[in-house]
């Protein structure tokens, strides 16, 4: 069993950023793949960006790609999401999740096995 607790999450003004942390219990094959996900109110989960941690392979969704970097603390067993340029669309509720690889997928939420609490975010 993976348990997984986010951090980082604020209030913050367009245009600027935050950085967000997912510390894993332990680094399990059931963990291989780690994915930030997203839920606004009266919205859908999405996934964000998700990371592949034995090749460091990265994946981000169309709407964050070039402002959002996925990373992976192999020593911390924690993954991050840098947020830069953020803009109020971006608000939702962040979630990382876990599941034994992202090479397929990879933004589907029902095929993720663990989930963190969630952190919020903010962006006015």
């Known amino acids: 069993h993976v348990q997984l607790v986010e951090s980082g999450g604020g209030s913050v003004q367009a245009g600027g950023s935050l950085r967000l942390s997912c510390a894993t219990s332990?680094?399990?094959?059931?963990?291989?793949?780690m994915g930030w996900f997203r839920q606004a109110p009266g919205k859908e989960r999405e996934g964000v960006a998700a990371?592949?941690?034995?090749?460091?392979?990265?994946y981000y969704a169309d709407s964050v790609r070039g402002r959002f970097t996925i990373s992976h603390d192999k020593v911390k067993n924690t993954v991050y999401l840098q947020m830069n340029s953020l803009k109020p669309v971006d608000t939702a509720m962040y979630y990382c999740?876990?599941?034994?690889?992202?090479?397929?997928?990879?933004?589907?939420?029902?095929?993720?096995?663990?989930w963190g609490q969630g952190t919020q975010v903010t962006v006015s």
């Open positions: 990371i592949h941690t034995t090749v460091g392979s990265t």
């Open positions: 332990s680094y399990t094959v059931s963990s291989v793949c």
């Open positions: 999740a876990a599941k034994s690889t992202c090479y397929y997928s990879t933004y589907d939420p029902s095929t993720y096995s663990y």
